[in-house]
């Protein structure tokens, strides 16, 4: 497969009144064309401001991109300002993202034909009859029935489900090379988050799209996911393919991830403890003071970097890596 996406240190902080937060700390990672990467980790661990930043959508002030590079198409996006033509043309035409709430995605005073067929006028330059018929035939691709009578009618009057189906269409108008689901499900009931996973995965397969799936929940990545990084404060601790890290996590917090899947007849096993403040961050593991496996050496080392143990699977503890015999 091409290599659609490389990013490379990819560093975001917000300035608050306490202190710098480093909510993306020296990233890196890729995704080629057609493939399906899952980000998981908590909440705060830096997996939707990462997704924000490529898009050039985080807020600033306070916050900003201070280090790294972004290559998508070979292009590298980091090096355009967030208002700037080339990342307006470029977000929602070839890369797209679907947010956690659609609430507050879609314009509440603006019907959803106006807001769909916005998009294609803009980045195609299509008449507003042909952008209201592609719109049509997009909402009904997504399972919304009646789908020209309801480009009439106002983010209010659709359920919570039906409104990310939509959120999906629009997404979608462009067909882009990379679509990215951050959270997009989470607000939903069980029911209507899996349809709308099966959903997303047939688009997906259907137009070969690349799809980075942005969750805290493994089970949902084991099912769709090829390759998954692991996130937490603010860096990746663990990647691999999903076979891979389901079957030999290396990292102690992705083993406490797995361990929260709830599994019929077994008891859920809780990860203890918070997760650190990503203000004045000490060199060590950020993970310590919750790791089960934690020796007397890991609270003088330094954090250790994302390395290699056997082909795509790499890393970032310093208890397996010395296991492992690569540390």
């Known amino acids: 497969m091409e290599r659609l996406l490389t990013v490379k240190g990819l560093t975001t902080e917000f300035r608050t009144e306490r202190g ?52 998508f198409n070979g292009v590298d996006l980091l090096k355009y300002g967030r ?9 929602g035409k070839d890369m797209s ?4 709430e659609p609430m507050t995605s879609l314009n509440p005073a603006m019907n959803i034909g106006k807001q769909m067929s916005e998009v294609l006028i803009t980045h195609l ?14 909402l009904s691709q997504v399972g919304i029935p009646d789908a020209t009578k309801r480009l009439k009618d106002y983010p209010h009057q659709f359920s919570g489900g ?10 979608m108008l462009c067909t882009p090379k990379l679509l990215i689901a951050d959270e997009a499900t989470t607000a939903l009931d ?22 980075t799936m942005v969750t805290h929940n493994l089970g949902v990545v084991a099912r769709y996911a090829d390759r998954v990084n692991v996130m937490y404060a603010g860096r ?4 691999g393919t999903t076979k891979e890290i389901w079957a030999n996590p290396l990292h102690p917090y992705t083993e406490g991830l797995i361990s929260c899947v709830p599994k019929l007849g077994q008891k859920l096993e809780a990860i203890q403890g918070m997760p650190p ?34 082909g795509q699977h790499a890393t970032a503890c310093n208890v397996r890596l010395k296991e492992a015999g690569v540390a």
């Not at 208002?83 to 977000?91: L, Y």
């Open 20 to 71: 710098i937060v480093k909510a993306v700390n020296n990233v890196s990672y890729h995704i080629d064309g057609g493939e399906i990467l899952g980000i998981v980790g908590e909440s705060g661990c830096g997996k939707s401001v990462s997704q924000l930043s490529l898009m050039q959508l985080v807020q600033s002030p306070p916050g900003r991109i201070v280090a790294g590079s972004a290559e």
């Open 83 to 91: 208002k700037s033509k080339e990342m307006s043309s470029i977000r």
């Open 97 to 100: 993202m679907i947010f956690q």
């Open 125 to 138: 330059g299509t008449t507003v009859a042909e952008a209201m018929e592609r719109s049509a035939d997009m």
């Open 162 to 171: 039906m409104r990310q189906r939509v959120m999906i269409a629009m997404a």
């Open 190 to 211: 069980a029911t209507i988050q899996a349809q709308l996973l099966e959903l997303l995965y047939e688009i997906v397969n259907k137009y070969n799209l690349a799809l």
């Open 236 to 239: 990746i601790i663990e990647t």
């Open 277 to 310: 403040a990503l203000i004045d961050r000490p060199p060590t593991c950020p993970f310590l003071a919750r790791c089960k496996y934690r020796q007397s050496e890991c609270h003088k080392e330094p954090v250790a970097e994302l390395t290699p143990v056997d």
